[in-house]
């Protein structure tokens, strides 16, 4: 029999109604495998939440012997620490916020806890979202459950590389220009980041407000709609939260062809400059794959591309600049005091100490693009490209259903790579970055291997069609086997994991 | 946020004191809305301990985001409708970055070139005539923490924090520190007439920072324009620019440049001080809040509000001249103060002739008026000045009865055989008091004999004086001249 740390969310779900496990079992087998291995392997998680997560298996306990049948209830689950939780110390990855505990809970925090779902830790990531490898952390890199010298990707890379590690059923990662998308595909796990405003932003640290959006990692397209079904529709707390109704997104998963669906192939997203080339021939492969199950193949042009990057590197600065200015050190979180110092040296040696090298850099990106007299030249003209950017896409959408194309232009590349070269960094998100421009929903699902490496097929979808999205990564999943590959983190075995689990 | 332009230099210099007086002013108005502008706090902080009208969201915890008071909108768009002001259909919200201790999020949720309300004006008196003083803009945001500066180290209360704020930018056209005076007695007055605010400047509900410039007579540029802050009346608003004015006049009759900077209202030294130059000036570094979306306000919303517009001001003052007949001074002094105009109207409504009432409510009411919460029936003031009329007391005798009749609540009929300030007309009554009088002031006696007319006022004071207001004062003057003939 598997161990239940291999099992898909649908997978416990019949377990735990058939009474086979109860929610605490499921939850300590997970507990043991992350206390067994993490440590010594991907580092995925910067906080174990064990006491919450025996707690909140009890509750899902009872409400499974009340009859309650939510879909999620006794599932256990991780959260990127850039998630607020009530009592639970959440960093951002960040040391400026190395003990910050929020007095209450994020919207997607509250909804999964409602659901009945299990917090089982808090998940590393770049500082306050800022990377691609989330060797940005402040407090250490997390390593690629298929190679532990190589990086996850980022910045959601605790949250990915966990759920490749087989350490959780799904997580939540956050998107602002690819971090869920790019870190899925490098750790071989489907990535979805939905519409911007599909989910509530309330409670998640911001990094570009225009941009984040909160989103799942599991480990099938299946497992991903069950997630996006609870966490998805409007918040009266978020403002930029969508008034449309929330269709059930496994309703879309029933049909398995893909017969007359027009899929985009943008000319711009394939054998270009800085794409290894086995990467660039697996996606063209995957998309040969989808033209042979009916799917209508048309190249596009997507032709302001190459700006996404430019146009990303001022907005997501410029909001970062004002977003970040209300950590001081002096409400909260790191704060240097010496003795005789200041208000004002307060804050300069708390945020030059709290800091890391990136979001420095960031921060003073943002606030020269915004700054007196070259507001014109940066921010308002990334604005205008932005618009350019989305004016791309409406006219692909006008006559195909979705694009499809690679995540990322690379397989996970060793820690210390790109460290010293911000620029080869950020050309991880090169295809990533538009989608996030112009707000839309879009997939990595797992979709090949170059040497022993995952590859990521990515589909993007119009604004609010998530179901289109995840149809087609669903008929494209249950047609191929990538999906069925465990890493060799997901393969060690946890000895007392066997056991059937502790007594209740 | 001003319109002022800086010159750099006078090329003529005119003759000294022949200057020109250029007044801008920017009023921070708080909404009397119930919550806070983009949480659910209670806005009246009033009265509150430090720190308890606060949540996560007016205290800028990490991960929050704002959702927009509709009421604070709907305020800002009823007071640009009373400003009979340009409402856009776009307008959206920006954050204005800075750093400082009062202010939780590193920016202030504010707009920028995107006000709800553009343009506007109001009418003020000017002397013997009214004058149209036109607004720049009204647009929203939110208000600061507030800090308190103690030995050794300052405190801060976030009890304000996210209270709705109206910033009203008018253009340079006030002359006058009278005008400066008028224009915001009358931006009070169209505020609390639309409930929106209760606009007291003493209670920061009202804040105003005021642009000052001068220019040679004559002269069709402006001159270097200097900020005042910390005004915290409307007397010190007068003050400040009266102290202003003086002190740039005598810098330039020297020969001096006058400095753009910001200076800040000594109250108990009478002076201003230099707060910050220019050259210190920030870079707010504005863009648009990327956490709330653009307002549409839809004209159907705005056809709504204006429906719900009250009487203005000025509408109100046209039709105490015309209705009532007042003089343009009572009108616009009634019309101009809510509580006033209220007592005026119903003490009419109970009977009262109105040009009566309205010189009791402006002379003897107001005197004993400190605030607002003076309670005065306006049947009890309609009943005074009817028994004034009937002659059932003397004038003197019924501002005698005022204070305890707001002090007691009591009917004035009771409260005058109460007191006893009934009127004597009896001359019989009197003559004990005439008699003392005239023998009591024998050399305003002799005044009279030798034919001086007045002496018998003085003659007449005294009579009442000594009854206490209670003498009719034809009767006594009849009996005064009887005796004395």
Not at chain 1, 110 to 118: N, P
Not at chain 1, 422 to 432: C, E, G, K, S
Not at chain 2, 41 to 47: E, F, T, V
Not at chain 2, 234 to 256: H, K, M, P
Request: proline share 6%.
């Amino acid at each position: 029999m598997d161990p239940l740390t291999s099992r898909s969310i649908r997978e416990l779900r019949k377990l735990l109604d058939q009474r086979d496990v109860s929610a605490l079992e499921v939850a300590r087998a997970h507990l043991e495998r992350i206390e067994a291995l993490d440590e010594s392997t991907v580092r995925s998680l910067l906080t174990v939440t064990r006491d919450v997560a025996e707690e909140q298996a009890r509750r899902a306990d009872e409400r499974l012997a009340n009859g309650d049948t939510q879909p999620l209830l006794g599932i256990p689950m991780i959260l990127k620490d850039v998630l607020t939780t009530r009592g639970i110390r959440t960093t951002a990855g960040s040391k400026i916020l190395e003990n910050f505990v929020p007095i209450e809970d994020a919207t997607i925090t509250r909804r999964l806890a409602e659901a009945g779902t299990v917090l089982l830790g808090k998940a590393n990531m770049d500082e306050f979202a800022m990377g691609s490898s989330t060797e940005n952390s402040a407090y250490f890199p997390t390593r690629n459950p298929w190679d532990l010298d190589r990086v996850p990707g980022g910045s959601s890379g605790g949250s990915a590389a966990a759920v490749g590690a087989e350490f959780a059923p799904f997580a939540l990662g956050t998107d602002t220009g690819g971090s869920i998308r790019q870190p899925g595909a490098l750790c071989g796990v489907v990535g979805f980041k939905p519409t911007y405003g599909r989910v509530s932003r309330y409670g998640l640290i911001a990094f570009a407000s225009s941009l984040d959006q909160i989103g799942p990692f599991t480990r099938s397209v299946e497992d991903c709609a069950l997630v996006m079904n609870a966490i998805a529709g409007h918040d009266p707390c978020d403002s930029t939260s969508l008034q449309a109704s929330v269709p059930d997104y496994t309703a879309a998963l029933r049909e398995v062809s893909l017969k007359g669906v027009r899929l985009a192939l943008p000319r711009e997203y394939f054998s270009v400059e800085g794409m290894e080339p086995a990467v660039d021939a697996s996606v063209k492969a995957s998309i040969a794959h989808l033209e042979s199950l009916g799917a209508n193949l048309g190249e596009v042009s997507l032709p302001h591309t190459q700006y996404g990057l430019a146009t990303y590197y001022l907005i997501a600065p410029a909001e970062c600049s004002a977003n970040l200015a209300r950590y001081d050190g002096v409400k909260y979180g790191l704060s240097v005091r010496e003795p005789g110092a200041g208000l004002w040296d307060v804050y300069e040696r708390s945020r030059g100490a709290g800091f890391g090298r990136e979001v420095k850099r960031r921060i003073i990106l943002g606030t020269y693009a915004l700054s007196s007299g070259y507001y014109d030249a940066y921010y308002l003209k990334a604005q205008k490209v932005r618009t350019l950017i989305k004016q791309d896409f409406d006219a692909v959408f006008e006559k195909f259903d979705a694009v499809v194309g690679p995540t990322s232009p690379n397989v996970a590349f060793p820690l210390g790579a790109k460290t010293q070269d911000p620029l080869a960094m950020y050309l991880n998100d090169l295809f990533t970055i538009p989608t996030s421009l112009a707000g839309l929903p879009g997939v990595s699902v797992p979709a090949g291997m170059v040497d022993g490496l995952p590859v990521g097929l990515q589909i993007i979808g119009k604004a609010l069609d998530e179901s289109t999205v995840l149809r087609i990564a669903h008929a494209f999943e249950q047609s191929t086997e990538w999906h069925k590959l465990r890493s060799p983190v997901a393969q060690r075995v946890v000895s007392r994991e066997s056991r059937a689990g502790s007594p209740i | 946020m001003t319109v002022q332009q800086h010159a750099q230099t006078h090329d003529s210099r005119p003759a000294t004191g022949d200057y020109e007086t250029v007044i801008g002013l920017e009023c921070h108005v708080q909404l009397a809305t119930q919550s806070k502008m983009f949480c659910g706090c209670a806005a009246d902080y009033a009265g509150a301990a430090p720190n308890t009208h606060v949540c996560p969201i007016c205290l800028g915890m990490p991960g929050v985001l704002p959702v927009m008071n509709r009421v604070a909108v709907e305020y800002t768009l009823l007071t640009g409708l009373a400003l009979s002001a340009d409402i856009p259909e776009a307008t959206k919200f920006d954050r204005k970055n800075y750093p400082y201790p009062d202010l939780v999020k590193g920016y202030q949720i504010s707009q920028y070139d995107l006000p709800l309300v553009k343009g506007g004006s109001v009418e003020i008196a000017s002397g013997p005539t009214t004058r149209r003083i036109h607004l720049e803009r009204v647009h929203l945001e939110e208000d600061t923490g507030k800090l308190t500066h103690i030995p050794g180290g300052s405190l801060v209360d976030f009890n304000r924090s996210g209270v709705p704020l109206m910033e009203m930018v008018s253009m340079p056209e006030i002359r006058t520190p009278g005008e400066a005076r008028g224009y915001l007695q009358k931006l009070r007055a169209i505020l609390r007439t639309l409930g929106v605010s209760d606009a007291d400047m003493e209670k920061g509900q009202l804040r105003c920072d005021v642009n000052v410039s001068l220019r040679p007579t004559g002269e069709a540029r402006l001159g270097t324009k200097v900020e005042v802050k910390n005004l915290n009346s409307f007397r010190s608003v007068q003050r400040a620019l009266e102290y202003e004015i003086q002190r740039q006049t005598e810098a330039l009759d020297r020969g001096e440049p006058i400095l753009q900077e910001t200076r800040g209202w000594l109250e108990d030294k009478g002076v201003t001080v230099t707060q910050r130059s220019k050259e210190e000036a920030h870079d707010y570094r504005y863009f648009p809040e990327p956490d709330l979306p653009p307002v549409f306000v839809e004209r159907a919303w705005l056809e709504q509000l204006r429906q719900r517009l009250p009487e203005l001001p000025d509408a109100r003052r046209t039709r105490y001249m015309q209705s009532f007949g007042l003089g343009a001074y009572d009108a616009d002094a009634l019309s101009t103060d809510l509580w006033a105009a209220r007592l005026f109207e119903d003490t009419v409504s109970a009977g009262a002739d109105p040009k009566k009432a309205a010189n009791w409510i402006q002379n003897d009411v107001a005197r004993l008026r400190v605030d607002s919460e003076l309670v005065l029936k306006a049947e009890h003031l309609a009943e005074l000045i009817r028994l004034v009329d009937e002659g059932a007391i003397g004038i003197s005798a019924a501002r005698q009865l005022l204070p305890p009749l707001i002090e007691t609540g009591k009917a004035p009929r009771a409260l005058v055989d109460e007191l006893g300030l009934a009127q004597v007309s009896d001359s019989a009554a009197l003559e004990d008091a005439v008699r003392g009088t005239i023998q009591a002031n024998p050399s305003a006696v002799t005044d009279y004999r030798a034919g001086k007319a007045t002496a018998i006022n003085f003659l007449k004071g005294q009579v009442m004086k000594s009854t206490r207001g209670k003498a009719n004062p034809a009767v006594a003057e009849e009996l005064l001249r009887k005796l004395l003939a």
